[in-house]
């Protein structure tokens, strides 16, 4: 067991590391130096004055270095500006001795956002507590839903319930959440229906979050997974329905509610389960629509801000907070996938 | 919980009829179905695969899913009418009054709940028993069924334990509320020889024990000998013929149990002199049943305008307990008329040898914890030092159970995998070491195989001439498509299939043709050794027949050598000239038919001999039951493989058996036996099988 | 010119629609609770074999359910068709858009009626028509391609004609200069939402199948020998996949489908790379098979090499860009940067799942008796991957083919909501669905319009697939 999640450590990190050199690799395009020099110095500066600030702070190095330095494995460049010392980590005109030799995403230093004007660290905490705060009721809302409708779906199969389940779960996964989204504050907010019901923002939900202003956007992300989790669930839940130790439970004379309880709801449990940890990259996708509709400046909104505006340094923290996120989630279902399930855990 | 006292029969069927019900039509499993089982009796129910024996157990259950329906006569379980209880009702009587064992065990026990939960439920339930006293009850009849450290089983999961062990719990957990009726649908088919004799010796044991009635559900005449007092043969959804034991094997009143008893192997058959008879025809599908009697169009003694003209009864034989058949004409059938025999064969000269072995080893490096990967790597040895010749013509069978390394012998002999060492030698080139892309045409198309499973053989999504036109593409037949169109015709020809199936496709085919198919393709290159891995244990006993008689036939005609890998020794006595017993890698014994059945034996053999059913009332086999389970070929037994389970291990002075591996001992003419026994031992040993005297 | 209402002169049904909808929905919910209580819903068989379901408080309102359903139908279709039949406007905007959508109307008649009676000889496709869910989704489906393929018929106005008295204005809005209306309103723009609603279907149409067969091409190429092989190849190519997976997709979105990465030419090459594999994948297919007859082998190769060759070459040559070589004259066509670098990366995100299934399937098989008959008769591996394994897997495939169009919907709709890859003005549902929100709560038409459209279609996908499921599970 300590192996095995040695092993899956080792993975991921070497997926982390992958992803994230992608990432800097992509950003750190020619192009995109181009233009952070000329939102420095202004858009009309010629090529030479360009690739001379370039030179100056370091970007005109290999590419690896740089993904070093920024890693904080590769001491951070030096150099000097008009005679004063500049450097990755070095205040300007601080002295250059003093400053520490590393800086990287390691030693906790992840650049400063140019959009914000902030450091992306500071960012991208508050940004996360927001959206965890709308992740968390979007699975209070999510998972007990999805299940529920999942088991009694599946509980009997071809039933009228399970087909009224079915539909509404075929449907809720063919939304995506700018559908579903556009739709729910179209009812249940706009004039034009009149309900009124909810707000169609959420700004005022970061402050203070209530059921007017937050139910709509947990609504909209939760949905979709509704949907594909109850399906997962059904599919499951149909599958052990059918299978043998079932029959010999209800021939042993035990009830049709404790065949589901007892005999079918452990074993039809270890699959959703695994989607839900591997729903998280797609919830992502969905939390960052969500933001974006209901104007919840949560850590979704943060990424399209940083890609809108070529903020390096804010898009390259997104990057490793979201590749974390999903890599620590793949580990939870593996991990969770051998407890849940007997078969493999004692072998 | 009311258990009523009654003293008439357990379970009283009458006239019963199933259908399931589709949405095309309505499709009728079982019809008018009558049996009786007294206390205490114990009834056989037999038949091929289709003939509705599983739906009467389920029926009985109540248990026939959302399309299976009772359309017909009545079940009464002590007098009571199971088909008009409630829901409530029949839950009281499952699992306590009637008890039910499957054929797949690993599949009937619940992968994720403790093998104690799940047998201290069925007292808690039904009797309302509590905690404590359900683990007494648990602890009791684990030990009963012979399982060894009964409290760690109570604390296992399902998988852990091996398939016997498994199959144990399930009679265990069967047993927990001492039932009047046990419910045993086909219980040991999943399971090796040897343990399934065992499992069967407790099930007898047990029964008697317990004083519960069984209903044995079985396509194995010789088990059902072996297990029950009475018997009922089905055939196409009806119970044609019932009676005792007795009377039923020996003085049959129905020509499908008749063709039945000869179109299997028993003890004196002999592929040339006394060839089985196999029946004609094929077995109708449930909604193309002929009028009449439905065993009908492939019945020998069959009269036009009679048989098919009107539903047929079951009538008395008179004279007999409670024998009855579902025939017209059993009173003017002459039974006792020995079969028309084909023509005899003349027993095939033994050419020169073209396939020899010598001291072949195969083992593979596995990772000794296949999911969490890495880490020690262990050696599994699947073969040891095998060497044996085969000569041309000459059909060799290669007996052993799961795990004995006879799959892994065929892969090496077939080029997917190489020798780890020794030397494969076919006709003058060594292969052992050559994988198959590496061979020549010739030597591939020199060697092929026949697969087990009919019904995975075939390519679902090709056609059958296509299939057998590829093999000849690539074994470079026929120059034109048009030469290679009329070669795979007179395959088809060769196995006595219709030309009309080289356009059809394989699901359209029954499990019998799919496998001839499989014999065209594997002979479509002019096969010299054919490799036939259990080509006819997947299908019904009176297809085997037919297959078998067919692949004779083809060797006789190429003077093919034919390596014939089998569990069943019936089958093996019937057509093989020599044969190789093997145990966890090693071949233990070997040397010619009459040889290996006659003593001396190797240990393993005389137990392998006793375990195997035989149909035949004459036959009297000695009573050899092995303990414990074949160990896994990834942690073998140190010195002989086979000393864990040896009953003769104490004949043999000091530890001999437990730190050395046993010489190969010759016994003459080509007789030998890797044991370490002495020749006074050997000279002691009894033959297992004796045919009384007729 | 009247404003037009939902119904116009149909309006006397719209009380008798309200009553049999709620009627129904009670109905259901009352099956479903009795469903519950029911002891066991007794199912009798009538002599001539089928199975009918019996009397009481269950079997009561599955006939209500059945019949209110039928009725529901009936009023629907009475909408339609009288929208056909009377004159434009008077049946109100339901009337009109059906009016406008007769030329698909016509072909789905002309489809199901072709497929229903011929649905024995259509293998797979016809066992469709055994189920409702399947037909339903089917229906909606080849309702959408067939808009796609009329919409210049169907369309009302220019899909970028602005007219400044009707921005936002209410569905049903009269032209001012009296020739027509704008039928689902008008846009922030004054631009007509129902025209560009039908013209976005054809950019969906038109992307996201060729864009899913090329995901499934690369995930097959590569799902296959990964699973055959096993071992360090499968290691390899399953470390990548779940790289490309454990990528957050709107980030890989935000990163690849920018004018700086079009710049550098990145998406071309990943274009050369990607469109490639169709290509390769037709070599191996007729290699492995016919390398036994050289000739014939030949001839089919040389055909695929020319042809496939050039299709390819004009694909990926684009004059003015980083890969340009083919000369104008047999330039077959261009595809503009913005289009490519979308097509890209959505069969870039979608091939990694293709793989990951392929690669399932293919382990399951490989240990099948056929697969070791062909091999023990020395077939190469090609041929067993392909002609062996990959048939007999088409099943899940085929089912999978059907939710991926649906997903790739979603993404690219994803791309247009972002504003990523098409331009601004475009009339995909996502661009749509992206400008129209902004007043989201004044004028909601704009953003919901092209919201149902794509939810109908991406539902009729998955309503397809689940309908094929169910049938290729039967046999």
Not at chain 2, 43 to 58: I, P, R
Not at chain 2, 362 to 374: D, H, I, M, P, T
Request: hydrophobic share 45%; proline share 5%.
């Amino acid at each position: 067991m300590l192996k095995f999640l040695l092993r899956r450590l080792v993975t991921m990190i070497l997926t982390a590391l992958c992803l994230t050199f992608i990432v800097f690799y992509l950003t750190n395009l020619p192009p995109n130096l181009e233009k952070v020099a000329k939102s420095e110095l202004g858009a009309r500066i010629s090529d030479a004055e360009v690739a001379s600030w370039l030179d100056k702070y370091g970007y005109s190095r290999p590419l690896l270095v740089r993904y070093g330095e920024w890693l904080g494995v590769a001491p951070g460049w030096t150099g000097s500006d008009q005679g004063v010392s500049i450097g990755r980590c070095v205040k300007r005109g601080a002295d250059l001795e003093s400053a520490p030799k590393y800086c990287g995403v390691l030693q906790g230093s992840w650049g400063f956002s140019t959009v914000f004007k902030d450091n992306v660290g500071a960012i991208i905490s508050t940004r996360l507590t927001l959206t965890g705060i709308l992740m968390f009721w979007v699975m209070v809302l999510m998972v007990p839903t999805a299940l529920l409708i999942g088991i009694l779906a599946g509980m009997r199969e071809g039933s009228k319930l399970d087909r009224s389940l079915s539909t509404f779960s075929i449907a809720t996964s063919a939304t995506p959440e700018y559908v579903s989204g556009v739709i729910l504050i179209a009812v249940f907010a706009s004039s034009m229906v009149g309900l009124k019901w909810f707000k169609g923002t959420a700004t005022s939900a970061m402050d203070a979050p209530n059921f007017e202003n937050f139910f709509l956007p947990v609504l909209t992300v939760a949905l979709y997974g509704i949907g594909y989790i109850a399906r997962m669930t059904r599919a499951s839940m149909t599958e052990v329905m059918t299978a043998q130790y079932i029959r010999t439970a209800r021939l042993k004379g035990v009830s049709f509610r404790n065949v589901v309880m007892k005999h079918a709801l452990r074993n039809a449990l270890i699959a959703p389960f695994t989607v839900i940890m591997l729903q998280f990259p797609w919830l992502l996708n969905g939390v960052v629509i969500t933001e974006t509709l209901f104007n919840y400046k949560g850590f979704g909104w943060t990424l399209v801000q940083a890609a809108g505006n070529n903020d390096i340094q804010l898009l390259l923290g997104c990057s490793v907070v979201a590749v974390i996120v999903v890599l620590v989630t793949q580990l939870i279902s593996d991990v969770g996938y051998v407890f849940l399930n007997p078969r493999i855990r004692i072998s | 919980m009311t258990k009523w006292d009654y003293d008439g029969p357990i379970l009283e069927i009458d006239n019963l009829s199933i259908s399931f019900f589709t949405r095309l039509r309505e499709i009728p499993a079982v019809m008018d179905f009558s049996c009786t089982v007294q206390p205490g009796e114990a009834m056989g129910l037999v038949g091929e695969s289709g003939c509705g024996k599983s739906t009467v157990a389920l029926g009985v259950m109540r248990d026939l899913g959302k399309n299976g329906r009772i359309v017909g006569g009545s079940i009464k379980f002590k007098g009571r009418d199971l088909t008009t209880m409630t829901e409530e009702e029949l839950r009281e009587i499952r699992g306590s009054q009637i008890a039910m064992i499957y054929q797949e065990p690993m599949a009937s026990l619940n992968p994720a709940m403790k093998i104690g939960q799940q047998l201290m439920e069925v007292p808690m339930i039904h009797e309302g028993v509590s905690k404590a006293e359900a683990y007494k009850r648990a602890l009791e009849v684990v030990t009963d069924v012979r399982l060894p450290d009964p409290e760690r089983m109570l604390k296992s999961y399902p998988h852990q334990l091996s398939g016997g062990q498994q199959q144990r719990i399930v009679i265990a957990m069967a047993l927990m509320t001492k039932p009047a009726l046990l419910i045993l649908d086909e219980p040991t088919t999943a399971l090796d020889v040897t343990v399934e004799a065992a499992v069967v010796d407790l099930v007898k044991d047990l029964g008697k024990k317990y004083g519960t009635s069984m209903l044995f559900i079985s396509h194995n005449l010789g088990l059902v000998l072996e297990t029950c007092n009475r018997l009922c043969v089905m055939y196409s959804g009806e119970a044609v013929e019932t009676g005792s034991i007795k009377d039923v094997f020996d003085k049959m009143r129905h020509p499908y149990t008749q063709a039945l008893f000869r179109s299997i192997p028993l003890p004196g058959a002999d592929k040339n002199s006394r060839p089985l008879v196999a029946i004609p025809g094929n077995f109708p599908l449930p909604h193309e049943r002929p009028p009449g009697c439905n065993f009908g169009p492939r019945c020998d003694y069959f009269e036009a305008g009679r048989c098919d003209a009107q539903e047929i009864t079951m009538a008395p034989v008179e004279g007999q307990d409670r024998h009855d058949t579902r025939c017209l004409k059993f009173t003017e059938i002459d039974w006792n008329a020995p079969p028309e025999v084909a023509a005899k064969q003349e027993k095939t000269a033994v050419g020169e040898v073209v396939l020899r072995m010598e001291d072949l080893r195969k083992y593979y490096e596995v990772s000794a914890n296949a999911l969490f990967g890495g880490g020690d790597t262990k050696v599994v040895k699947a073969n040891e030092t095998l060497s044996f010749e085969a000569r041309e013509g000459e059909t060799l069978a290669i007996v052993g159970e799961s795990g004995c390394g006879k799959s892994t012998f065929a892969k090496v002999l077939m080029g997917l995998e190489t020798a780890t060492a020794g030397t494969i030698m076919l006709y003058d080139n060594e292969i052992q070491s050559t994988p198959i892309e590496s061979r020549n045409t010739e030597t591939v198309s020199g060697v092929q195989m026949v697969f087990q499973n009919p019904f995975d053989t075939l390519n679902p999504s090709m056609t059958v001439g296509r299939q057998i036109i590829r093999a000849l593409e690539i074994f470079g037949e026929g120059k034109t498509d048009a030469d290679r169109r009329e070669r795979m015709l007179e395959l088809l020809d060769l196995v006595k299939l219709p030309r009309a199936f080289a356009d059809r496709m394989p699901r359209q085919l029954s499990g019998g043709q799919k496998q001839r198919v499989g014999i065209a393709r594997a002979f479509a290159g002019g096969a010299k050794i054919v490799v036939a891995d259990e080509p006819v244990s997947a299908l019904d006993v009176s297809v085997q027949a037919a297959v078998t008689d067919l692949l004779m036939e083809i060797q006789r005609k190429n003077k093919t050598t034919l390596l014939f890998i089998s569990h069943d020794l019936s089958i093996v006595r019937y057509l093989s000239d020599r044969v190789m017993v093997m145990y966890l890698g090693h071949v233990v014994e070997l040397g010619t038919t009459d040889q290996v059945f006659a003593p001396p034996y190797h240990p393993y053999t005389e137990a392998l001999l006793s375990a195997v059913p035989i149909a035949d009332t004459r036959v009297k086999k000695k009573h050899i039951v092995l303990e414990g389970e074949i160990p896994s070929a990834m942690n073998p037994p140190p010195g002989c493989p086979f000393q864990t389970r040896c009953r003769w291990k104490s004949k043999v002075p000091g530890n001999l058996c437990e730190t050395e591996v046993p010489p190969v001992r010759r016994l003459g003419n080509g007789h030998q036996v890797k044991c370490h026994l002495s020749d006074a031992d050997f000279a002691s040993m009894e033959p297992v099988i004796e045919v009384a005297a007729e | 010119m009247d404003m037009l209402t939902w119904t116009g002169a149909l309006s006397a049904l719209n009380p008798v629609l309200m009553i049999a909808a709620g009627l129904l929905l009670i109905a259901v919910v009352l099956q479903i609770l009795t469903s519950f209580f029911a002891a066991d819903p007794g199912i009798t068989a009538n002599p001539d074999g089928t199975v009918a379901a019996q009397g009481g408080i269950y079997g009561l309102a599955e006939r209500a359910v059945r019949w209110l359903f039928i009725a529901l139908v009936v009023i629907c279709l009475a909408y339609l068709v009288a929208g056909i039949v009377m004159p434009m406007g008077k049946a109100g905007i339901v009337g009109a858009i059906s009016k406008r959508l007769l030329p698909v109307w016509i072909a789905l008649i002309v489809l199901f009626v072709l497929s229903f009676n011929f649905r024995r000889k259509l293998g797979l496709y016809g066992k469709l028509f055994d189920s409702t869910i399947g037909m339903i989704g089917f229906g909606m489906v080849m309702f959408w391609v067939f808009t796609a393929l009329f919409s210049n018929q169907i369309i009302t106005s220019g899909v970028l004609d602005q007219i400044a008295q009707l921005k936002n204005k209410a569905p049903g809005s009269p032209l001012p200069d009296g020739t027509g209306w704008y039928l689902l309103g008008g846009d922030h723009l004054g631009r007509d939402v129902f025209s560009r609603m039908i013209k976005g279907s054809l950019i969906v149409i038109e992307i996201a199948p060729l864009a899913t067969l090329f995901a499934f091409m690369v995930g097959i190429t590569l799902g296959l020998p990964a699973g055959y092989y096993g071992g360090r190849l499968d290691a390899v190519l399953s470390f990548l996949a779940n790289l490309i997976l454990a990528f957050p997709v709107i980030l890989l979105f935000y990163l690849l489908v920018t004018p700086e990465i079009v710049t550098t030419g990145l998406p071309q090459f990943m274009a050369v790379v990607l469109f490639l594999f169709p290509l390769i994948f037709m070599i191996v297919l007729l290699n492995s098979r016919y390398y036994v007859q050289p000739t014939r082998r030949n001839i089919m190769i040389a055909a695929v090499v020319i042809l496939g060759g050039w299709l390819y070459l004009s694909l990926i040559s684009t004059p003015d860009t980083r890969i340009s070589f083919l000369p104008k004259a047999i330039d077959l066509f261009n595809v503009p940067a913005n289009i490519l670098i979308v097509f890209v990366s959505v069969v870039f995100v979608n091939s990694p799942t293709v793989f990951r299934i392929v690669r399932g399937i293919t382990l399951d098989i490989k240990t099948r008796d056929y697969v070791s008959a062909a091999q023990t008769r020395g077939e190469r591996p090609w041929y067993i991957m392909l002609w062996e394994i990959l048939p007999n897997a088409r099943g899940p495939l085929i089912v999978d083919f059907c939710l991926r169009i649906g997903y790739t919907t979603i993404l690219l709709g994803t791309l247009g909501f972002f504003g990523l890859g098409l331009s601004p003005e475009s009339p995909d549902w996502g661009s749509t669905i992206n400008a129209g929100r902004k007043l989201l709560t004044i004028a909601p038409h704009p953003a919901i319009v092209p919201a149902l459209a794509l939810l109908s279609l991406v539902l009729g996908l998955n309503l397809l697939a689940d309908g094929l499921r169910e049938e290729s599970l039967k046999d």
